[in-house]
T-cell receptor
Framework: KAGVTQTPRYLIKTRGQQVTLSCSPI?????VSWYQQTPGQGLQFLFE???????NKGNFPGRFSGRQFSNSRSEMNVSTLELGDSALYLC?????????????FGPGTRLTVT | AQKVTQAQTEISVVEKEDVTLDCVYE???????LFWYKQPPSGELVFLIR??????QNEISGRYSWNFQKSTSSFNFTITASQVVDSAVYFC?????????????FGAGTQVVVTP
């Protein structure tokens, strides 16, 4: 079974621009979660989607948004990029949504904002 | 609020030594789940183990073993006979039933360095 895939793997953007990251979950997984990883803040939960609905959201500003499609693929968007948005963005998929099942992570998208 | 504390920032060992990683958690949920993940230099988080709060039995899986003690809210992880390939950052994570949809609360991670 193919794992979680994320595109692109690397991205360089300028302050003020917007960016869209994509995630394809493991086949059969309907829950997709997004995390931001930075050296200072560690791994922080952004949001989770299940059946095209956002079920949970972390403490991030409204510039961070996402969506999920009917095939469970998910995208996250960051508008008006700031230098502090430079991070590794990780997507994870899971069979179940209540947290009782493990999440499987993709390789991440490393975003650099200049 | 849920919280996971990994007090050890970095552990350095010589190959074949055992490595024990500490994890202390806080949660108000009576049912919760604990996980260990490994993040090698490539960046991808790799799932290692999961434990349910209602099952305190400790197990061994290959070179990995874990010690779950509800009384002290600890979920420690041991790598036996470490190898160079074990060099990575290891994260302890917690998921409860409150506000848990798809959310893992991670600790800060422990960098393990195994030298030949």
């Amino acid at each position: 079974k193919a794992g979680v895939t994320q595109t692109p793997r690397y991205l360089i953007k300028t302050r003020g621009q917007q960016v869209t990251l994509s995630c394809s979950p493991i086949s059969g997984h309907r829950s997709v979660s997004w995390y931001q990883q930075t050296p200072g803040q560690g791994l922080q939960f952004l949001f989770e989607y299940f059946s095209e609905t956002q079920r949970n959201k972390g403490n991030f500003p409204g510039r961070f948004s996402g969506r999920q499609f009917s095939n469970s693929r998910s995208e996250m968007n960051v508008s008006t990029l700031e230098l502090g948005d430079s991070a590794l963005y990780l997507c994870a998929s899971s069979l179940e949504v209540t947290g009782s099942y493990e999440q499987y992570f993709g390789p991440g998208t490393r975003l650099t904002v200049t | 609020a849920q919280k996971v504390t990994q007090a050890q920032t970095e552990i350095s060992v010589v190959e074949k030594e055992d490595v024990t990683l500490d994890c202390v958690y806080e949660t108000r949920d009576t049912t919760y789940y604990l996980f260990w993940y490994k993040q090698p230099p490539s960046g991808e988080l790799v799932f290692l183990i999961r434990r349910n709060s209602f099952d305190e039995q400790n197990e061994i899986s290959g070179r990995y073993s874990w010690n779950f003690q509800k009384s002290t809210s600890s979920f420690n992880f041991t790598i036996t006979a470490s190898q160079v390939v074990d060099s990575a950052v290891y994260f302890c994570a917690l998921s409860g039933l409150t506000d848990s949809w798809g959310k893992l609360q991670f600790g800060a991670g422990t960098q393990v360095v195994v030298t030949p």
